[in-house]
């Protein structure tokens, strides 16, 4: 789709026939580079970039043979970015001087957008998508970059200089590679392996897995298996079921593709993060939690299911409630807890939930018609009491946002032992919510005694945070480890699948933001 709207509506017949002799002008007239302006078929806010650059120099020519070399260059190794050289226009041998300074321009410009800030209508796809903007004049600095002869630097410097970008840059070139030797071949059960995999068994098991884990081709086929079924958020039990053999056949061009829709998610984030914050990565379902630079804590999570995604979010945390009390979002009165009311009157009592806007003298409800409500609504407020049954369990991480997304506890502790654990209706419950709130109060987890005296005290307490720290919600289905490994995870949202889609030409389905509400599971 991109590439198709450049070449064929930004310089629709490159400039509508400027490139006749008659019409060619020389370089440093300036009219030469107002009349290509005029003439061009770029609108928007393109075109005002154009206008703009060229204003600032007067009109005067900005190309030298040198740069133009260079960021012809560049353009032909876009695809090392994840990025399609296609789609930026280089100008043709016979233009006309003026046109020609002006097209490398607008490539120049287009290029630098897109892999340091991102592709605007991807990043806007999705309407739960909440980043801070990168903030990038990136007209001026390419002016600076052309007048201070430093133009390959320019280039050089604006793809993301986060270790993470690097690690799939260098995977993206990986499977390339193995793409380019014909990939991987199609394993089936009963030909290339039985229902347990012995040591040596399986010569084309143990193929497949060396041609993407080289480094570990000596290892018994058993073990290659445990890795790969990690590296995929498998269970590691060395066999192969029908998960894992589902992950074995994915063409290496799905990688590829996959790789490429995750750098480009790394362009809508800051160049660099705070010193401390907490991220999660969704589609992993873990947390990490940085302070000045260090990584102190990492925990199990629980997000939000297919139905109810977790946004990709920053947040800032404010603060701590201990003994959160949980107002019950309508949509969940309306959709699970009245079905429960209609069966059993006394759901309310059973679960220390109240109606706080329902008849007097009848705090549970046990004098209400609730047959009688129409399905779908639900005429009160209802909120559970501090406590064991309480679906925020003891904490709550405040974190204002227009999704109302936070962090908290939860008395369900057993969806922490799932290896997939997309269940909850948008919030994060997280299985470490103690140390990591003491080490966000404190910076240490000398807050965990206070956290737990309050907790047992039984009663509702808020604990304001003296630095405000923020809080990523991620969505990374490829991405490397600690240890440079890459890994790669469901795309639980289908967030992949709308991004590759756009890269294939197509519209897809833009979601709009969920509403969220947080229940124990």
């Not at 007097?360 to 406590?387: C, E, K, M, S």
């Not at 369990?393 to 109302?404: S, Y």
Request: aromatic residues 8%.
């Amino acid at each position: 789709m991109l590439a198709k709207i450049r070449k064929h509506l930004v310089w629709s017949a490159i400039f509508l026939g400027l490139l006749s002799d008659s019409l060619a002008l020389p370089a440093s007239d300036a009219a030469g580079i107002r009349n290509a302006l005029t003439i061009s078929a770029v609108v928007g806010a393109e075109r005002s970039s154009l206008e703009t650059f060229y204003a600032s120099r007067s009109f005067s020519p900005a190309w030298s043979e040198g740069d133009a070399r260079l960021l012809q260059e560049q353009i032909t190794r876009a695809g090392e970015e994840g990025l399609d050289p296609a789609v930026y226009i280089l100008p043709p041998s016979a233009a006309a001087a003026a046109e020609r300074d002006v097209l490398l321009t607008y490539t120049a410009l287009a290029y630098a957008r897109d892999v340091h800030a991102g592709r605007a209508a991807m990043r806007t796809r999705d309407a739960d998508v909440e980043l801070p903007p990168v903030h990038f004049d990136v007209g001026a600095e390419l002016q600076t970059a052309l007048q201070g002869h430093r133009l390959g630097e320019f280039l050089r410097t604006l793809p993301p200089p986060q270790p993470g970008y690097a690690a799939l840059k260098a995977a993206l070139a990986f499977y390339r590679g193995i793409a380019a030797r014909g990939g991987w071949p199609v394993l089936r059960e009963g030909r290339d392996f039985g229902p347990t995999v012995e040591v040596g068994a399986s010569e084309a098991l143990h193929q497949r897995l060396a041609l993407e884990y080289p480094q570990f081709s000596r290892l018994d086929v058993r073990d290659q298996v445990k890795r790969f079924q990690a590296d995929h958020g498998l269970a590691a039990d060395g066999k192969v079921g029908g998960r894992t053999l589902a992950e074995l056949n994915r063409p290496v061009e799905d990688r590829i593709e996959q790789i490429v829709v995750n750098m480009e998610r790394w362009r809508w984030l800051p160049s660099r993060f705070e010193n401390s914050f907490i991220s999660i990565n969704v589609p992993d379902a873990n947390l990490s939690l940085i302070l000045h630079d260090r990584l102190v804590l990492e925990s199990r999570v629980v997000v939000g299911k297919p139905t109810s995604p977790t946004p990709i979010l920053r947040a800032t945390g404010a603060g701590v409630t201990v003994n959160p009390p949980w107002t019950v979002p309508a949509s969940i009165a309306r959709k699970e807890i009245l079905p429960k009311l209609k069966a059993n009157s006394d759901y309310l009592q059973q679960q220390d939930m109240v109606l706080l806007d329902g008849p007097a003298n009848d705090p549970y409800g046990l004098r209400v018609p609730w047959r009688r409500i129409p399905a779908g609504t639900f005429p009160f407020r209802i909120q559970q009491h501090p406590g064991g049954k309480n679906a925020l369990g003891t904490i709550k991480i405040e974190l204002p946002n227009r999704f109302d997304i936070y962090l908290h506890d939860t008395p369900g502790k057993s969806a922490f032992a799932r290896p997939v654990r997309d269940v909850s209706h948008g919030c994060v419950r997280v299985q470490a919510i103690l140390p990591l709130t003491s080490y966000v109060l404190s910076e240490n987890l000398d807050a965990m005694v206070k956290i737990t005296d309050a907790i047992a005290a039984g009663s509702t307490r808020y604990f304001p945070f003296k630095t405000k720290v923020p809080v990523y919600f991620l969505y990374w289905t490829a991405f490397a480890d600690k240890d440079g490994n890459i890994q790669f995870r469901p795309d639980i949202y289908g967030r992949d699948q709308r991004l590759i889609v756009m890269q294939r030409g197509m519209q897809p389905l833009r979601i709009a933001a969920a509403a969220v509400a947080c229940q124990r599971g």
